[in-house]
């Protein structure tokens, strides 16, 4: 099947007309270094990735999508995290749309399809099905509201992040309200349906949503405007369980301001009624493990503060943070890009852990990471 949309892709420019076809996408090779903490020894790997973005319309009413990623991960990262080609090549949608070309010890090459969906759009309504990326979330960092596709903070590699195999429908009221039905189904058959209701008042936009999954119905809200020309948001949503467990209460609030001379200040708070009131060791920051709008961090409480400056129209200077102020443990991430023309970028990074022992943040050592991406 892969091989198929491969030659799509490739030929389908020449067979449509320009107007009717767009192609783009990129290719990128990034470094990875680790400096774990318990050890002196670093780990190094390399991923080289190139993605292609597929949209074909063939009317005004009709759109087709297609998102391909074609990824080579090697290194000792690889040979030393076990089950790794499991880990990199796990679909949880519907549909495998992932599958491992080629792998050995310390490399494996891969491939995952996480856009495929048809989109109508006609007077007030929407209706897209398919494999999409469903987006509930408001704030930046936190989003309990985003009970889709949740994906954490560390994982900035990903900006497309993934999508659901799902069916969505929109209506709209007017230019400001909207209602939506959600349905998602999962490898393991699981369904999640939601409705959501958007609408304005006073200049701030609001959505409330109610939703049920195997395991809770959820109920959720939140808002986003401006107060002095600072952005205002929040997001909270209730889990209420429907095995008589424990039910949990996620919020998050944030605030960002942009200030004459383009610095750019962003903040954000979480809550967690589930969350832990001591040391937080968990692996989820970092793998992805389990994470969830329910389970956003494994803290009752967390902060989350940014600064981003362009120090020159090519090259952007940010500093952001994670803070445990539970367990004192945080997470420290400066990044440099250069932009080298209008498609070449290029960037340093690092992701630096602080803390006790088995703290949130405390036991990951350090991760730097150079990345040069080129669009077309």
Aim: charged fraction near 15%; proline fraction near 3%.
């Amino acid at each position: 099947m892969k091989k198929i949309f491969f030659i799509i892709l490739l030929t389908t420019s020449h067979l449509f007309p320009q107007s009717k076809f767009v192609f783009d996408g990129y290719l990128e090779n990034f470094q990875t270094v680790w400096a774990p903490k318990q050890t002196s020894e670093w780990i190094f790997s390399n991923s080289i990735g190139n993605r292609l973005n597929f949209h074909y319309y063939p009317t005004t009413e009709f759109m087709f999508s297609l998102g391909l990623r074609n990824i080579f991960d090697f290194g000792q990262f690889v040979f030393l995290v076990p089950g790794y080609d499991k880990i990199a090549t796990n679909d949880n949608g519907y549909l495998n749309l992932s599958k491992k070309i080629a792998s050995n010890k310390s490399a494996i090459l891969y491939s995952n399809i996480d856009r495929l969906n048809f989109f109508y759009s006609a007077n007030n309504w929407e209706i897209q099905i398919g494999r999409q990326r469903i987006n509930l979330g408001i704030n930046y960092v936190w989003t309990p509201n985003d009970i889709f596709n949740s994906s954490s903070f560390l994982n900035f590699d990903y900006i497309e992040k993934p999508g659901s195999d799902a069916i969505r429908i929109q209506y709209y009221l007017d230019f400001a309200s909207s209602i939506q039905i959600i349905a998602k189904e999962d490898k393991y058959k699981n369904l999640t349906m939601a409705g959501v209701y958007k609408f304005n008042i006073m200049d701030y936009d609001f959505q409330s949503l109610a939703s049920f999954t195997k395991d809770d119905f959820i109920f959720g809200g939140g808002w986003a405007g401006n107060i002095s020309g600072a952005g205002f948001t929040g997001e909270a949503t209730y889990f209420k369980s429907r095995k008589n467990l424990e039910n949990v209460f996620v919020s998050s609030i944030g605030a960002n301001c942009t200030f004459s001379n383009s610095l750019f200040l962003s903040g954000e708070f979480l809550f967690n009624s589930n969350g832990i009131t001591d040391k937080a060791k968990s692996l989820n920051n970092i793998f992805n493990i389990d994470y969830s709008a329910k389970n956003l961090s494994p803290s009752k409480f967390s902060i989350f503060i940014s600064t981003q400056y362009p120090i020159t129209s090519l090259i952007n200077l940010s500093i952001a943070s994670i803070i445990n102020p539970i367990d004192g443990s945080y997470f420290f991430n400066p990044s440099i890009e250069f932009s080298l023309n209008d498609d070449i970028y290029f960037l340093i990074s690092g992701q630096i852990f602080f803390g006790d022992n088995l703290t949130e943040w405390g036991d990951f050592g350090q991760f730097y990471y150079m990345r040069l991406k080129f669009n077309f």
